[in-house]
């Protein structure tokens, strides 16, 4: 019955139509992301109340949160997009796997960076070496180490496959960042939000964050699309789709 | 064994890599001297209060030895892909991860055990109790093949790389936290006088992954590597 779904996502995978879709797609991705990002921005800085224990300074929850939720999710996104790369052989699954540790790594810094500016008022230290700050940081060692095999070989799609291979051996790290704040009591704050049951959270500051959460998603599409976009017509140079797009359609037939 | 079947090429293939290692025997001394050297800039760094050294006497060492290691991992595939031999092993009949299998085996005898051998006499230099080195012999034993077969890996997937000294470093080292943490950490408990075997057991577990899997995703990426 829904037989389009799977003719449709096969279809994507075939660089011009992937390149035609994400042109149509980044625009309203990035808009969305901005408008969304200024609303719960907003919502959080402006809106909610200060919180009883931490005062103003908590509200760098709104960035450091959802990037850190960024910066597991591309790793995930990444995992599945090296596997499907290196097992069927998808060309697009291994550019879209690669493009998407630059914005992977960016959230992991941007993590860090605000969890050091948070910790220091709350802790009264920029950094300790707790479970899952630790495991953060090895989570942008290991992003950093796939970019730099990726850039070490001269053959682009070489690179891609050996990369990708480094996703899969660095996904153990995942569910450690993940539940570390569980598995080791420490000096970091349990998980408040929860998508099942109750949050510990107030509701005037759940949905800024939750917002927040939605903006940065869509921003991911948007740069990986982008990025996709650029890096397509890099490796395709020489296809008769890039050169059609370059230069009109059907020019070298008549010429 | 017959010729031809799967244990002798590992035998023939196990004996010919350490016939070349013991053919150049010096560079199998580099890493003890290194390590040596490395651990002897402790106590000026930090002073030679006895008490200092012993608090860290456990995790120097093991850094120490990881750096070490990680210094000789470069050359385990690497010249054998430079005079073909690698392209060989790959179209010979027996499994490739088997005999990748046997040069891991044959890199582990030649490079992590002399650095086990000096291990206690590098702890000694700092201070530890003597009652923790056996604990710290015991945790190296378990954790050197387990860096051996971690890096092979890796080792592998950069072979098609240009250059690939520095990007080891990064690739290896944050898979090797773990590893670090739990045998440190066995040390730490035996100088503290406290139960040390279940981080034993933890290395045990990971080796046991290791031992299975390592050579097989060694011999994926050494094909990826190779493909070109």
């Known amino acids: ?255 | 064994m017959t010729p031809g079947s799967t244990t002798a090429a590992c035998a023939a293939l196990l004996r010919r890599d350490l016939t070349l290692a013991w053919r150049r025997r010096g560079d199998i001394a580099l890493p003890v001297l290194y390590a040596v050297i490395v651990v002897t800039l402790f106590p000026f760094a930090l002073g030679p209060e006895p008490a200092l050294l012993a608090r860290i006497a456990g995790g120097v060492v093991f850094v120490t030895v990881l750096l070490a290691m990680l210094l000789s991992l470069d050359g385990l595939f690497r010249p054998d892909i430079e005079d073909g031999s690698m392209e060989q092993l790959m179209l010979a009949p027996q499994p490739l991860a088997l005999l990748v299998g046997m040069k891991i085996l044959a890199h582990w005898l030649t490079a992590a055990l002399p650095l086990i051998v000096v291990a206690p006499v590098l702890a000694g230099m700092l201070h530890l109790p003597p009652a923790a080195a056996p604990v710290l012999v015991l945790a190296l034993a378990i954790a050197t093949p387990l860096l051996s077969l971690l890096g092979a890996v890796l080792v592998a997937l950069t072979a098609g790389a240009k250059r690939s000294g520095m990007l080891l470093a990064l690739m290896l080292l944050p898979l090797c936290v773990p590893v670090v943490i739990f045998a440190a950490g066995a040390v730490a408990a035996a100088q503290d006088g406290l139960p040390w075997i279940a981080p034993v057991a933890w290395l045990g577990a990971g080796l046991a992954l290791a031992v299975v899997l390592a050579p097989l995703a060694c011999a994926a990426a050494l094909r990826i590597a190779m493909e070109s």
């Open chain 1, 1 to 255: 019955m829904a037989n389009w779904v799977p003719l449709w996502l096969h279809r994507l995978g075939s660089p011009p139509i992937f390149y035609r879709f994400a042109g149509a797609v980044y625009p309203w991705a990035l808009g969305l992301a901005i408008v969304l990002g200024g609303i719960a921005l907003y919502g959080g800085l402006v809106v909610a109340p200060a919180d009883y224990q931490q005062g103003d300074a908590y509200r760098i929850i709104f960035i450091h949160v959802p990037s850190a939720w960024m910066s597991l999710f591309i790793y995930a996104i990444m995992t599945v997009a090296a596997f499907i790369g290196l097992v069927w052989r998808i060309k697009l699954a291994e550019t879209v796997a690669m493009e998407s540790a630059p914005i992977g790594a960016a959230f992991t810094a941007i993590t860090l960076a605000t969890g050091s500016l948070w910790g220091k008022p709350m802790w009264g230290t920029w950094w300790t070496w707790d479970a899952r700050l630790t495991s953060e940081l090895v989570l942008l060692f290991i992003y950093l180490g796939i970019i730099g095999l990726y850039h070490s070989f001269e053959d682009r799609r070489q690179g891609a496959r050996a990369a990708a291979f480094l996703v899969l051996v660095g996904a153990v790290n995942v569910p450690i960042v993940h539940f570390s704040v569980n598995w080791w009591n420490t000096l970091h704050q349990g998980s408040t939000i929860r998508l099942l049951g109750p949050s510990h959270i107030a509701a005037s500051m759940v949905w800024p964050l939750l917002t927040m959460m939605v903006a940065t998603k869509l921003y991911y599409i948007a740069s990986l699309f982008s990025r996709v976009r650029a890096d397509l017509i890099a490796s395709e140079g020489g296809k008769a789709w890039v050169r059609e797009l370059a230069l009109g359609p059907a020019q070298d037939g008549k010429a």
